[in-house]
């Protein structure tokens, strides 16, 4: 597939995913018999027409439909109807809005024709998204040339298009933090990514060879071989016991190691301490969160940046992570403990970034979480790697993993038993069978 058409792939599944979110909360206005959160309607509504009309549609429109329309007159009337639903889409809205408004202020009065409305306009955006993948792609790959996808997906990956370049999704993650954060159920989100792969020819940060650990006499890791090249989005899937914490911990130096031996930016780091670590740039986030519960929020950031002198570029990284965490920035001077299981994992993930980390480290950064707040964390995941981070994630939830990683490997009993690209171990029979419910 090409990189435009993956790109559309995935901005079709975070459009389904809201449309879930959406068909949640009308299910919701029956089972709890109370009026609509009409501010959380309108933030989804908001992303939802938002992101069509500048992101999704402009380059639909500029580039796919354009190129199909001028290779053959075989998709005009199907491009023609696509084209009259995204200029209804922002009235459709709009009478949304008008009738969830009405219906807090005089519930239950319009209930039924809010209900109705909503349910019409989520089947709308289903249906367009399936008549693109199911008719419009096949088509697009039939007739385009090479020379056709080359302009495409050239203008797609413009990260400066005012329109849809890297600031436009900036703000689009922003907008769905509040939502993340306002939304009072759990509903069935998955990951998203749009991201590159990183080039096998970038250098490798980290190398671990034949790496062994025991717990007295009990073997955790067998000769553990993995690499990850700097800019890449590695991850290591496998189940409860497998030994994924233990070479996080053997990474970062708070796990004593048996045999092998430890690389980082071609230094040899197996005998090294901790702190030392720390110090070269290596930083993790640890399992279960960890925060410090009586401190602030802001000094439990603070904390993470101990090994820094750099006052003023402080600040600035502070300021940087209310900007990736909204939610921080509200709750900047309250006790990390009183913080959700969702806004602690923010906390600890931005603590160890105010290390400003060579590599992250990310421990089970999904656990305990319900899935609208695990898409948050993953999105947040995505969006470090898009700016040039490394990180090395460990997760239980192989296919949240999998999906967004560069390169990933598989650990059973202490032993590396798989290694690939993240889709290339998502469509692996063994990993389906074992790990993915498949």
Not at 281 to 309: H, M, S, W
Not at 385 to 411: C, M, P, W
Request: charged share 25%; proline share 4%; net charge negative.
């Amino acid at each position: 597939m090409s990189e435009a058409l993956q790109t559309i792939s995935n901005e079709h599944r975070s459009m389904w995913q809201l449309t879930v979110v959406l068909d949640e909360l009308r299910k919701q206005l029956d089972q709890t018999e109370q009026r609509p959160d009409a501010e959380l309607f309108d933030l989804i509504l908001d992303y939802i027409e938002q992101y069509i009309e500048r992101v999704h549609q402009p380059k639909e429109e500029a580039y796919l439909y354009r190129a199909v329309l001028d290779r053959t007159s075989e998709g005009n009337e199907m491009i023609a109807q696509f084209e009259r639903e995204h200029a209804a889409s922002p009235e459709i809205v709009a009478t949304l809005r008008r009738q969830v408004k009405h219906l807090v202020r005089h519930y239950p009065e319009g209930k039924g024709e809010f209900q109705e409305g909503l349910e019409k306009y989520i089947a709308l955006l289903r249906s367009h998204i399936m008549r693109e993948e199911n008719e419009l792609f096949p088509l697009a790959r039939r007739i385009l040339t090479d020379v056709d996808w080359d302009e495409i997906d050239t203008a797609f990956a413009n990260s400066g298009d005012p329109q849809f370049g890297s600031e436009s999704r900036a703000e689009f993650r922003a907008l769905m933090s509040r939502i993340v954060n306002q939304a009072p159920e759990p509903v069935g989100f998955g990951m998203a990514r749009d991201a590159q792969p990183i080039a096998e020819a970038h250098p490798v940060l980290l190398s671990v060879q034949d790496l062994s650990s025991h717990y007295g006499r009990i073997q955790a890791l067998r000769g553990v071989t993995i690499e990850v090249r700097q800019g890449q989005l590695v991850a290591l899937v496998g189940a409860n016991g497998a030994g994924k914490t233990t070479l996080l911990r053997a990474i970062s130096g708070v796990q004593k190691v048996s045999g092998g031996a430890v690389n980082f930016a071609g230094q040899d780091i197996t005998n090294a301490r901790p702190d030392q670590r720390v110090r070269l740039g290596i930083c993790q986030v640890p399992e279960g969160r960890q925060v410090f519960g009586p401190l602030t929020v802001e000094d439990n950031l603070r904390l993470g940046a101990y090994t820094r002198k750099d006052k003023i570029a402080i600040a600035d990284d502070l300021e940087q992570m209310y900007a990736m965490f909204p939610i921080l920035k509200q709750k900047f001077r309250q006790a990390a403990g009183t913080l959700s299981g969702g806004q602690q994992q923010m906390l600890a993930m931005a603590r160890a970034l105010m290390g400003r980390p060579k590599l992250l480290l990310l421990d089970e950064p999904s656990m305990g979480l319900a899935p609208l707040l695990i898409q948050e964390i993953f999105n947040a995941i995505i969006s470090l790697r898009e700016h040039g981070k490394t990180v090395f994630l460990v997760e239980q939830n192989a296919q949240a993993a999998l999906s967004i990683a560069d390169r990933a490997y598989v650990i059973e009993t202490g032993e590396t038993v798989l290694s690939g690209t993240g889709s290339e171990l998502l469509g692996n029979e063994q990993v389906k069978s074992a790990y993915l419910g498949i």
